[in-house]
């Protein structure tokens, strides 16, 4: 008899058998934080946007809390008040800043917002004013970035204004780079310098500078806090150089068919590949839908045991078609197409884009199997 309990059972079933496995090592990203912590030599916060880079912001926060952070960044209001009840007596500070309205929010949660410019400034001075509160805060400021923090000439301004901080409690002076990871560009010293031009202008508060790339550049690219992401999610900080984080995700599929082609036959959306021989051809339940990016299609590899298997046709919305010729690969067999061989990394670079797309884009289709959870 069909029950719910049967039902039940089936759909664990069929969820295992068709559906492509995502693991998550939150170990792996507690061990990264911790390494970059150690080259840093000081406090180094978790950023931990876009739901922790794609991974699970609620996973990852505790874990890094754990492992020791105390200070957080995230990109909105919204995903600071997400994570605000699981990183307890925390620094927990909103990157893209305060807008009109939320004010009373951020108080009441205890969220910094990083202020880029001068109207940000006045919103939360007059909220401090206003509440009779000494509110925390951080000043962004733009040494070549130019999308948000304030301009020189808007910290020549400030500087006129004697109340311009009243009622703030200016916890650090930030500002991000703009070619970390290229060593050899010269914007990264042009940085420093405007960096320390606009830090004489708050003497004794702390300075928070190196993103993840950012932490492998020297020692003038120090500060007080280090705000690395990337590289404690595994994505490579050093590229064109061996990665030194561990690898966090592994993301592996089940053929769902094996088929015959003969040599002429093409596979896929406009025939965008052609069989040179005759070809077995393997057809996994992952596609652009799922963050598998189209921009792969004829570009990716997966492996079948550690064989590399080339991805063959277009990458469409749900699925996607290997040549297993050469391996004994077959239905309900299973291929890695992000694994410590064949990274995050090295899929951005088939794709043209890096391993934070990739990371931001992991489907929502994918069975999600964490390890390390707290
Ligand atoms: C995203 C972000 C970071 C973290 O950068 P990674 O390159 O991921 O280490 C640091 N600071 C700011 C302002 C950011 O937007």
Same mark, same amino acid.
């Given at each position: 008899m069909f029950t719910k309990r049967s039902a039940f059972f089936l759909c664990l079933f069929w969820h295992d058998l068709m559906s492509a496995v995502l693991e998550? #090592?939150?170990?792996?990203?507690?061990?990264?934080?911790?390494?970059?912590?150690?080259?840093?030599?000081?406090?180094?916060?978790?950023?931990?946007?876009?739901?922790?880079?794609?991974?699970?912001?609620?996973?990852?926060?505790?874990?890094?809390?754990?492992?020791?952070?105390?200070h957080f960044f995230v990109?909105?209001?919204?995903?600071?008040?997400?994570?605000?009840?699981?990183?307890? #007596?925390?620094?927990?500070?909103?990157?893209?800043?305060?807008?009109?309205?939320?004010?009373?929010?951020?108080?009441?949660?205890?969220?910094?917002?990083?202020v880029g410019s001068l109207a940000e400034l006045a919103?939360?001075?007059?909220?401090?004013?206003?509440?009779?509160?000494?509110?925390?805060?951080?000043?962004?400021?733009?040494?070549?970035?130019?999308?948000?923090?304030?301009? *020189?000439?808007?910290?020549?301004?400030l500087r006129g204004d004697e109340a311009a901080f009243d009622g703030l409690d200016v916890l650090y002076v930030m500002t991000h780079l703009v070619s970390a990871d290229r060593a050899g560009d010269p914007m990264n010293g042009f940085q420093v310098v405007r960096f320390n031009d606009a830090c004489r202008q708050f003497p004794r508060v702390p300075r928070s500078f190196a993103n993840s790339s950012g932490l492998f550049l020297g020692p003038v690219f120090g500060s007080d806090l280090a705000r690395p992401g990337a590289a404690s999610y595994g994505v490579? *900080?050093?590229?064109?150089?061996?990665? *030194?984080?561990? *690898?966090?995700?592994?993301?592996?599929?089940?053929?769902?068919?094996?088929?015959?082609?003969?040599?002429?036959? $093409?596979?896929?959306?406009?025939g965008a590949w052609t069989a040179a021989r005759r070809s077995r051809i393997a057809t996994l339940g992952v596609g652009y839908a799922d963050g598998y990016l189209r921009a792969l299609s004829n570009k990716a590899i997966a492996y079948f045991n550690g064989e590399p298997v080339p991805l063959v046709g277009r990458?469409?919305?749900?699925? $996607?078609?290997?040549?297993?010729?050469?391996v004994p690969a077959g239905v309900g067999d299973w291929l890695e197409l992000i694994n410590g061989l064949h990274g995050v990394d090295e899929l951005a670079l088939a794709a043209g884009t890096n391993g934070y797309e990739i990371l931001t884009s992991l489907g929502r289709r994918y069975q999600r199997r964490y390890s390390g959870v707290l």
């Open positions: 998550i #090592d939150l170990d792996a990203i507690a061990d990264n934080w911790r390494d970059l912590a150690t080259r840093h030599g000081g406090p180094t916060a978790g950023v931990i946007k876009a739901d922790g880079y794609g991974l699970g912001a609620l996973k990852v926060a505790p874990k890094l809390w754990a492992a020791g952070c105390r990109a909105h209001l919204s995903e600071a008040v997400a994570v605000r009840g699981v990183i307890p #007596d925390s620094m927990l500070a909103v990157l893209n800043g305060i807008l009109p309205g939320e004010e009373s929010a951020f108080a009441a949660y205890g969220i910094v917002p990083v919103l939360w001075r007059a909220y401090a004013a206003l509440s009779k509160c000494v509110l925390p805060v951080i000043v962004h400021v733009d040494t070549g970035m130019a999308r948000l923090g304030l301009s *020189p000439a808007e910290l020549t301004r490579n *900080p050093v590229p064109g150089q061996a990665n *030194p984080m561990r *690898p966090v995700v592994r993301l592996s599929a089940p053929i769902l068919q094996v088929r015959e082609i003969e040599a002429g036959e $093409t596979v896929g959306y406009e990458v469409s919305m749900d699925l $996607t078609t290997f040549d297993v010729t050469d």
